[in-house]
């Protein structure tokens, strides 16, 4: 998709991937350790990495970003800004992921949300074989009921 007639917010990438670093560094810095009794550290952010955190963090709405990693508003650049550009986006939308992703395997993220960000993320949603169905006779009749 190309998106034009719209001023960008970046004309130089290492100005985005400074103020995505800061994002990130910002996010560590939310991070709280808790001594548990049986021992260990339960760690906690109190604002983890997603991307609309990341576009809060830039100043752009969320759908900006989104059709920022799809090329758009990029057309007034070259083809190697361009690439920069796009390189230093999926990298953060990269890195969001995979602290989503590790996050939610350690159970430190509820699973409806882990599975609600990374379904936006390209995964597919989980299929929910977890559902159990019991079947009960009733007495003087050869029908089952739920």
């Not at 991070?31 to 548990?36: C, H, L, N, S």
């Not at 906690?44 to 059709?67: C, F, H, T």
């Amino acid at each position: 998709m190309v998106v034009t007639g719209r001023k960008p917010k970046y004309t130089d990438p290492a100005k985005l991937k400074a103020d995505i670093e800061a994002y990130f560094e910002h996010c560590e810095s939310t991070k709280r350790e808790f001594p548990m009794k049986a021992g260990g550290v339960l760690v906690r952010y109190e604002e983890p990495p997603s991307m609309i955190g990341l576009a809060l963090w830039l100043d752009v709405n969320k759908s900006a970003l989104y059709q920022w990693l799809d090329g758009a508003y990029m057309e007034h650049l070259d083809a190697d800004t361009k690439e920069a550009f796009l390189d230093v986006l999926q990298r953060a939308r990269d890195r969001i992921e995979r602290t989503t992703l590790s996050r939610a395997q350690t159970g430190d993220y509820q699973p409806k949300i882990a599975a609600m960000v990374l379904t936006n993320m390209g995964y597919e949603k989980p299929a929910d074989d977890r559902a159990v169905v019991v079947k009960i006779q009733g007495a003087g009749t050869d029908e089952w009921s739920k």
